[in-house]
Structures are given as structure tokens and as C-alpha cells.
């Protein structure tokens, strides 16, 4: 394992600079890509492609399962794409400290991975992305084109720019835009040909656990931001306001669903089904000390919106989402 040391002693922020060299066998290799890519993340891609996708079926009783395979994938090499441009950004910036992070360690901060190597990653992502997007645009049209565009322009300021998204209080915002309202419509307009208000109200109810992860990570690494100029949402209002943030976000998607369901789409309830495991994880994050245990938290709200995302499913089948 590498040593560290700062590149230099009277620098205001971190930047870490390897003093050795590690040999990488090829497993070590893997496994250092996979955690750049960061796996637990991955969830809140999958999710609003298949409550699109299910929502799509049961209105027009079809789906093209190259279509969907096509979406699925480009949604996560998005994703990863995103992760791994925020990896490279954050160390160049001077952002990730390896001495301080609570986070789970950084495969470019450490020098495991090399900066360009990285690069090259996220630009072949990106690059995948946009190719997989231009089948999917002719087949859904300027509307798919304009919101594959979008995405990746989005992804790629996350990190990047003047001005990043995930510098700023805005990043939850964000995720609920990028991986709610749009991931959800945008496959049940590749579906079905056009989008649909019921297809909106799951992408806005499935973007707010998704942004729940990410107020999980900028919560437990606020100081760490702090330090390095970033003024994520828990930076700029503090932890008070932030523990009601995450609160909010785990539970309003759960307020609405007995009203949605009274109008007579009972398929609304079966979400319900996580409630208990969504007010577990507001009461750890209410009660557990800022630390290394918030890196299991942010992997369960992950895998909760995921399950939360699955259940929307079976209730689009077994119940029906509209009155």
C-alpha cells in the first residue's frame, strides 16, 4: 500500500501524492475499478428504467425488450461514468484526503488507479453512453435525444466545470431531476411514445430516496467538504437542517401513496411494504455518530429506493397505479 505525503506543506487543501508504486495483479486491478465505479450506487440507475418500463407495458401491453436492455445499460454506463469522473475530479481538486475521509477510500486519491487511466474510463463511459443514446434517439425521436444530452452534460458537471453540481447545494436536486423524474418518463416514453403524468408522479417519488443517498454521502463527508471549498446542502445549512433533509426525503415518498391509492390504484400500497425499514434507517441516521458507519447507511438507502422502485413494480401488475 502506498504512503502519502502532501505535495506541499504550506497548501490550504489536500492533495495527495503516491510515494511508491503498487503492483497491481490483475484481481487487484479489478477490484480497484470496480470500487471507482462504486456498485452500491448503481442501484438508483436500475430502478427508474424498470418502473418506466413496467408502467409502459401495462398501458400499452407491449415491451421491446431491446429497447429496454438498450436503456438499462446506457443508464448505467451514465452512472459509472459519473462516478468515475467525480473520483478523478475530487483528487485534482484536492478534495479527497485519505488521511480524513470517512468515505470509502478513492481509487485515484490512493493511487491505485492512475488520474488519466481514470479519464480515459469516464470518457468511454460517456462515449458508450452517447452511442447507446443515438440507437435510442432514433427510436424515440428529438425528446430522447435532448434528454440523453442532457444526462451526460449533467454527469459530466457533476464534477466537472467551474462550477460543479456536487459543489454546490444542489446536488440532491439534481439526483431527483436526473434519476426520478427523467429516468422514469424518459423509458416509459421509449416504450409507449409519449410521456405520461403517472409515469412523472413514480419518477418523482423514486428521485427522492435516490437523493437520499446522496445526502447520506455529503452529510458524513460535510467537514471533509468543508475543508476543500465544497457547499454541499449539509455545508451550507449544517447537520440540523440536513437530518431533516434525509428524514424527508426517506418518508414523504411514503405520505402519498394512501391517497394515490384511494383514488382507486391500490397498487400504490404495496410500496408501503418498506415503510419500517425506511424509518430504521432515518433513526440511524438521527442517532449514529458521524462515521464509517454512514457508509453501510448509504448502501441500504440505496438498496431500499431499490426495493421501494421493485414494489412500484409489482404493484403496477398485481394492483394497478391508476384509478
Request: hydrophobic fraction near 55%; charge should be positive; aromatic fraction near 12%.
Amino acid at each position: 500500500m502506498p504512503s502519502w505525503r502532501s505535495a506541499s506543506p504550506t497548501s490550504t487543501s489536500f492533495r495527495a501524492v503516491p510515494e511508491d508504486v503498487v503492483t497491481n495483479t490483475p484481481q487487484r486491478l479489478w477490484q480497484h475499478w470496480l470500487g471507482a465505479s462504486r456498485p452500491r450506487t448503481l442501484w438508483v440507475a436500475v430502478v427508474p428504467v424498470l418502473v418506466g418500463t413496467a408502467l409502459a407495458d401495462a398501458d400499452t401491453g407491449r415491451i421491446s425488450w431491446a429497447v429496454f436492455a438498450v436503456t438499462l445499460l446506457a443508464a448505467l454506463l451514465i452512472q459509472v461514468g459519473t462516478n468515475l469522473h467525480n473520483d478523478v475530479a475530487d483528487f485534482e481538486r484536492g478534495a479527497d484526503d485519505p488521511v480524513t475521509r470517512l468515505g470509502p477510500r478513492r481509487a485515484t486519491a490512493e493511487g491505485w488507479l492512475s488520474p488519466a487511466a481514470v479519464k480515459r474510463a469516464a470518457v468511454l463511459a460517456f462515449s458508450a453512453a452517447g452511442l447507446l443514446g443515438l440507437w435510442l434517439a432514433w427510436i424515440g425521436g428529438w425528446p430522447i435525444l435532448a434528454i440523453g444530452i442532457a444526462s451526460i452534460i449533467c454527469a459530466w458537471g457533476y464534477s466537472g466545470g467551474v462550477r460543479p453540481i456536487a459543489y454546490s447545494a444542489l446536488g440532491e436536486v439534481f439526483v431527483w431531476i436526473f434519476f426520478g423524474l427523467v429516468a422514469v418518463a424518459g423509458s416509459y416514453y421509449l416504450q409507449a411514445g409519449r410521456f405520461d403524468a403517472v409515469a412523472l408522479l413514480a419518477g418523482g417519488l423514486l428521485g427522492m430516496p435516490a437523493a437520499a443517498v446522496l445526502a447520506v454521502n455529503n452529510y458524513r463527508d460535510s467537514e471533509n467538504d468543508a475543508r476543500a471549498g465544497r457547499r454541499t446542502f449539509a455545508v451550507v445549512f449544517g447537520p440540523g437542517v440536513s437530518r431533516v433533509e434525509y428524514g424527508l426525503l426517506m418518508l414523504l415518498p411514503f405520505t402519498v401513496l394512501p391517497l394515490l391509492a384511494l383514488d382507486g390504484g391500490r397498487g400504490w400500497l404495496w410500496p408501503l411494504l418498506t415503510l419500517p425499514w425506511a424509518m430504521l434507517l432515518v433513526r440511524r441516521f438521527l442517532l449514529e455518530p458521524v462515521g464509517p458507519a454512514f457508509n453501510k447507511l448509504l448502501g441500504d438507502t440505496a438498496r431500499l429506493q431499490f426495493v421501494y422502485g421493485l414494489l412500484m413494480c409489482v404493484g403496477v401488475y398485481l394492483g394497478g397505479l391508476r384509478g
